[in-house]
Every structure is written in structure tokens, then in C-alpha cells.
């Protein structure tokens, strides 16, 4: 690629349309992430109170509680989803630093095209 301005441009509009793929999958991230960790929470309470209904020492409840492999299941994917949701603000602005790297170099690249009586 010789980063002309019309590379130039085609990059940032690649990289815009990703941009809004990306915005567009937000709201459904924070939902499955919601979810998952109202599932969670959900088991989790229904395990505390399934232990104290057995007697269990209310001080070691929380432990025996989160140890629970159907509860431990479920915190691990609120986890991911949780992370999900991250790595997609991350992706967003990923995608924005590469925006604003394109709109610099089309920029200086336009100006270098002007000084060499260049017409693109």
C-alpha cells in the first residue's frame, strides 16, 4: 500500500463500518453479561438457602455456596461475558485511534499530493 489519499480513505471507511458493526453489538454484549450474572446471582442465592436449610455453619455458608459447581459455572460465564463487554469498548477504541491515524495521515498525505501539484 503507497498510502494515497484514496487508500487513505478507503481504510478509514473499512475502519468506520467496523466502528459501527462494533457500537451495534454493545447492547446485546451488556445483555447476555446481565444475564449471566443475574443467573448467577439467582443460583447462588437458591444454594445459600438450600445450605442453611440444612444446617450448615452460617460462616462457612459463602464458601460451600460459591464452591458449588452449577454456581461456579455460572459465575465463570458471567465472567466472560463481563469481559466480553471490555474487550468490546477496547475493540471501539481500537477502531477510533485507527480513525484518527487515518484522518492524520490523509491529511498530511493530501498536503504532500498540493505541494507536488499532485491532483488525486
Do not use: C, W
Not at 98 to 110: C, E, N, P
Request: glycine residues 2%; without cysteine; proline residues 3%.
Amino acid at each position: 500500500m503507497k498510502n494515497t489519499p484514496q487508500e487513505i480513505e478507503k481504510g478509514m471507511i473499512h475502519s468506520n463500518i467496523k466502528l459501527q458493526q462494533a457500537i451495534e453489538e454493545i447492547p446485546e454484549l451488556i445483555n447476555l453479561s446481565a444475564e449471566a450474572e443475574k443467573n448467577y446471582e439467582m443460583s447462588l442465592s437458591r444454594k445459600i438457602l438450600e445450605l442453611k436449610a440444612d444446617k450448615i455453619p452460617i460462616t462457612i455458608i459463602p464458601k460451600v455456596a460459591s464452591g458449588d459447581e452449577d454456581v461456579s459455572n455460572l459465575k465463570f460465564k458471567a465472567s466472560v461475558a463481563s469481559e466480553m463487554v471490555k474487550i468490546q469498548y477496547r475493540k471501539i477504541k481500537a477502531l477510533e485511534t485507527a480513525i484518527s491515524s487515518y484522518q492524520s495521515m490523509h491529511s498530511l498525505r493530501r498536503i504532500e499530493y498540493q505541494k507536488a501539484h499532485i491532483v488525486d
